[in-house]
Nanobody, 123 residues
Framework: QVQLVESGGGLVQAGGSLRLSCAAS????????MGWFRQAPGKEREFVAA????????VYADSVKGRFTISRDNAKSTVYLQMNSLKPEDTAVYYC????????????????WGQGTLVTVSS
């Protein structure tokens, strides 16, 4: 079992940037593909991005493509989400997730969730 803890959320103006981090502990980090989801107030949780076990492949939701970048450092057991050109509609609680592949993460066949970190983008 892997445990996930997100950090890096906060308040930022539209057009600004934030970098989220997700630190993993427990099972070997590199045995998991990793992903990010988000849930805005009153809305369902949605997929944002995923990265393969060794970081060779990534996949993004259309709404963030070109603005967000997912990356990982297996030596630090950490996955990151660099968010640029933020918009008010990016406001949400962002959750880190672990799964067996980027495909299973997209369909939410997950091994673990983090507790979430709040990102607020002001207009």
């Amino acid at each position: 079992q892997v445990q996930l803890v997100e950090s890096g959320g906060g308040l930022v103006q539209a057009g600004g940037s934030l970098r989220l981090s997700c630190a993993a502990s427990g099972r070997t980090f590199s045995s998991y593909a990793m992903g990010w989801f988000r849930q805005a107030p009153g809305k369902e949780r949605e997929f944002v991005a995923a990265i393969s076990k060794l970081g060779a492949s990534t996949v993004y939701a259309d709404s963030v493509k070109g603005r967000f970048t997912i990356s990982r450092d297996n030596a630090k057991s950490t996955v990151y989400l660099q968010m640029n050109s933020l918009k008010p509609e990016d406001t949400a609680v962002y959750y880190c997730a672990a799964g067996s592949s980027t495909a299973t993460i997209k369909i939410r066949a997950l091994d673990a969730w983090g507790q979430g970190t709040l990102v607020t983008v002001s207009s």
